[in-house]
């Protein structure tokens, strides 16, 4: 059977995946990069995912045992994400287009964490609260686009935890650290009040910030609370946040689904907040595997494949990447 | 002295309910706990916003802008009454077509007055906008508003709504600089002005893309 490869590289991440024709998923192989001194550096990044891309892709060709002449299509992110690394993926996805002679499709990073969350959780038209790192946003189909209902004014949710992480010392990533330590801190306090550690809360309208936040959860360590606690209210405050813009969003759609996508759903808090959430109104919470929810190769293939089967392939003078491509910038033809 | 008729909307935060007080009608809005957050979390936004909206609400009893008044509250359990205002959302009149641009300038123009008196609403999506017959607008649902508020949450009020037409009426192509027009109509010496305003909303507007 015929096989679509994704090429994932917006930003830390560059990974190739693939998914049969059928929607069977073939797991991706990834690599990230890691700022040395924290900081976000695109360049490097890029250098990063062109150094390792070529071994990248054969050790998963041949580790999948994948035939060259089954391969269908190239899929690969061509925005939104940083310019840099958008480059390395869109340029080893036209040369190996071009090697195997088959079509490339250029696909939107954001709906792919759609798709790859409808095709593997089987839910049909959800409300999408997308969380990762430079991205914070609840998408939303209508009128024959994914829409934009709600999103955040300034950082990423994800990077704003790493923000916050590294001014700790907490190495990038550091969501899963900070999740730890809430853990830890719920477990040897189960009684404790919150009214104790108030941090902003900030939901404008649908949309979100965490800049305030991020700067009053310092200021929390400054001030002598431990590492545990403020991780701990951090993730209350800023989970039931995003939680209720999602809520709003259901209840503005009238849509009956959640997805969640990104690597902050990695997060078991926010899962089960969004559980809750949606129990209360009688919606359904789903989220794909965790390696699913973070960049992957596996849904851009996803996404390219939805797409191929509506022939919307992309013309070598089309696939320039765009670093701000909008959400709802193409026609969703699919169903 | 209140008498329930029907739920109105069971919205994300509250249940709406209609009924007559006193021999008038009304509405009945209830704050429930929402479980999924902390409750001392929850407690603290619950009476935030009630009393947010409590005092937004009477600083406009006494102005031209039309929104529900002020009838009874209860802040400890979570609860607000307020006078019945007729009509539907503009979110369902944009949707019928029953309104259009016409309205969205008018709207415009009305943000502006509100911004004048020195409050922000916070949650400018158009189904906290309401449209009589008539025409009339009204606001509601002021749980988010800030009185004498900072430049930027006047342009986030335009974002807000900036993005709910994009995303649930883009059929009006258009519609926010429409919106502009009417927002920029009005010639009160208020500070900010109706252009430092716009600045700040298109700063805004340029700002939300990647962030990296
Ligand atoms: N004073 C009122 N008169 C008539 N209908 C109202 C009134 N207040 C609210 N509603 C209806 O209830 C809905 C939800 O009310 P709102 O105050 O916006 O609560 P929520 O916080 O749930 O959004 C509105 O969209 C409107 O249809
Ligand atoms: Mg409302």
Request: charged share 10%; hydrophobic share 30%.
């Given at each position: 059977m015929g096989v679509i490869l994704g090429i994932e590289s917006t930003a830390h991440t560059f990974s190739i995946g693939g998914v049969l024709a059928d929607g069977e998923t073939i797991p991706s192989s990834s690599a990230l990069y890691r700022p040395k001194d924290g900081g976000i550096h695109p360049r490097e990044a890029a250098d990063h995912h062109s150094l390792i891309s070529g071994d990248k892709i054969k050790d998963f060709i041949e580790e999948n045992n994948i035939p060259l002449e089954q391969i269908d299509a190239i899929a690969f992110s061509?925005?939104?994400?940083?310019g840099p690394c958008l480059r390395v993926g869109a340029s080893v996805a036209r040369s190996l287009s071009d090697k195997l002679g088959v079509p490339l499709i250029g696909v939107n990073h954001c709906v792919a964490h759609i798709e790859i969350g409808r095709l593997q959780t089987?839910?049909?038209d959800p409300v999408l609260l997308y969380v990762s790192g430079g991205n914070t946003q609840v998408i939303a189909r209508k009128g024959g686009r994914y829409r934009v209902i709600g999103e955040t004014l300034d950082i990423g949710i994800g990077n704003m935890l790493d923000k916050f992480a590294r001014t700790q010392g907490?190495?990038?990533?550091g969501g899963p650290k900070i999740e730890k330590l809430a853990l830890e801190w719920e477990r040897k306090n189960p009684v404790t009040s919150l009214d104790n550690i108030i941090l902003p809360y900030a939901v404008h309208g649908m949309d979100l910030s965490f800049s305030g936040i991020l700067t009053a959860a310092v200021q929390k360590i400054s001030d002598g609370h431990t590492l545990e606690e403020v991780c701990w209210s951090l993730q209350e405050h800023v989970f039931s946040s995003c939680i209720e813009v999602a809520e709003r969003a259901l209840a503005h759609t009238g849509k009956k689904e959640l997805l969640l996508g990104g690597g902050?759903?990695?997060?078991e808090r926010i899962r089960k907040m969004s559980e809750l959430m949606c129990n209360d109104r009688g919606a359904i919470a789903y989220w794909p595997e965790k390696q699913y929810c973070v960049d992957n190769g596996t849904m851009i293939a996803e996404l390219g494949r939805r797409m191929l089967e509506h022939n919307l392939e992309t013309k070598l003078e089309d696939s320039a990447i765009d670093p701000s491509m909008r959400t709802d910038h193409a026609e969703v033809v699919w169903t | 002295m209140w008498r329930q008729s029907e739920i109105l909307h069971q919205g994300a935060e509250a249940i709406v309910i209609s009924g007559y007080w006193m021999g008038d009608k009304s509405v009945l809005k209830i704050r429930n706990p929402r479980s999924y957050r902390h409750p001392d979390l929850d407690r603290r936004l619950t009476r935030q916003r009630l009393s947010v909206e409590v005092r937004a609400l009477t600083k406009l009893h006494s102005s031209t802008i039309s929104c529900p008044s002020l009838l009874d509250v209860d802040i400890d359990n979570g609860w607000i009454l307020l006078s019945y205002i007729d009509g539907e959302t503009l979110y369902e009149s944009l949707l019928s077509g029953s309104s259009g641009f016409e309205q969205i300038r008018d709207l415009g123009r009305l943000i502006r007055e509100l911004h004048e008196l020195g409050i922000s609403h916070g949650d400018l999506t158009t189904h906290n906008i309401m449209i009589n017959q008539e025409g009339d607008l009204s606001l509601i649902d002021f749980g988010l508003s800030k009185i004498i508020p900072e430049i930027e949450q006047l342009g986030l009020d335009l974002q807000v709504l900036n993005e709910c037409l994009n995303a649930?009426?883009?059929?009006?192509?258009g519609a926010i600089e429409v919106l502009i027009e009417g927002y920029l109509s009005s010639h009160n010496n208020?500070?900010?002005s109706g252009d430092e305003v716009i600045g700040r909303f298109n700063a805004i507007r340029g700002r939300v893309r990647y962030h990296a």
């Open positions: 061509q925005g939104p994400g940083l089987g839910c049909d907490i190495p990038f990533p902050v759903a990695c997060n | 649930s009426h883009h059929e009006y192509e208020f500070l900010p």
